[in-house]
């Protein structure tokens, strides 16, 4: 059973460009959260995609956005960036959209913004 | 909107001593899960309460729901090095996706 893959691992990014995450689910999992984890603080629920739809978001502007493909796999997309941007973008999957039996995440992907 | 505080925000031991974290949300919730989130790492799923009032033990970890579904706890009976890191819990939130609380980082020393 393969657990949750992101890539890359580690990013910078100069203010005011364009990033695109991936992340591949767990094998069994149909859903996908993303999550902004600033320093010291928790995660931020961003958006979920189920079925190649976004089902729910956080409180994101519209300049985050996400895909999800057939096979599960999901990207996040921010244009635009901003300094506050700077964080650990988090990859979470799961059976079913309701996170019951918990969420596996993945690494992680460390974002800078200079 | 819903928030999920924690307390508390951090807590140094010594080993062998116990420890406890505290969560408390705004608003009832349906369930509350617990992660662990070592240094550098990321989180991961311990466990999941469901009934008010239940009780769940994993070893020397013990997790409590409150009766009134607001409040979780998370007892750690002689904790050891390996113990090191933030506790979340999490609960349904906005758009009923999970939303964690504010964390309580454990640094255990010998």
């Known amino acids: 059973e393969t657990g949750v893959t992101q890539s890359p691992t580690h990013l910078i990014k100069t203010r005011g460009q364009q990033v695109t995450l991936r992340c591949s689910s767990q094998s069994g999992h149909n859903t996908v959260s993303w999550y902004q984890q600033a320093l010291g603080q928790g995660p931020q629920f961003i958006f979920q995609y189920y079925r190649e739809e976004e089902n729910g978001r956080g409180n994101f502007p519209p300049r985050f956005s996400g895909l999800q493909f057939p096979n599960y796999s999901s990207e996040l997309n921010v244009n635009a960036l901003e300094l506050d941007d700077s964080a650990l973008y988090l990859c979470?999957?799961?059976?079913?959209?309701?996170?019951?039996?918990?969420?596996?995440f993945g690494s992680g992907t460390r974002l800078t913004v200079v | 909107g819903q928030q999920v505080m924690q307390i508390p925000q951090y807590q140094h031991v010594q080993e062998g001593e116990d420890f406890t974290t505290y969560c408390n949300s705004s608003?009832?919730?349906?369930?509350i899960q617990w992660y662990k989130q070592r240094p550098g790492g990321h989180p991961v799923f311990l466990i999941q309460l469901v009934k008010s009032g239940e009780v769940k033990k994993q070893k020397r970890l013990t997790f409590q729901f409150g009766e009134a579904k607001k409040n979780s706890s998370l007892h750690i009976t002689a904790t050891q090095t390996t113990d090191v890191g933030t506790y979340f819990c999490?609960?349904?939130?906005?758009?009923?996706?999970?939303?964690f609380g504010t964390g309580t980082r454990l640094q255990v020393t010998l």
């Open positions: 979470a999957s799961s059976l079913g959209t309701d996170a019951l039996g918990g969420y596996t």
């Open positions: 999490a609960g349904p939130g906005t758009a009923s996706k999970l939303t």
């Open positions: 608003t009832t919730l349906s369930n």
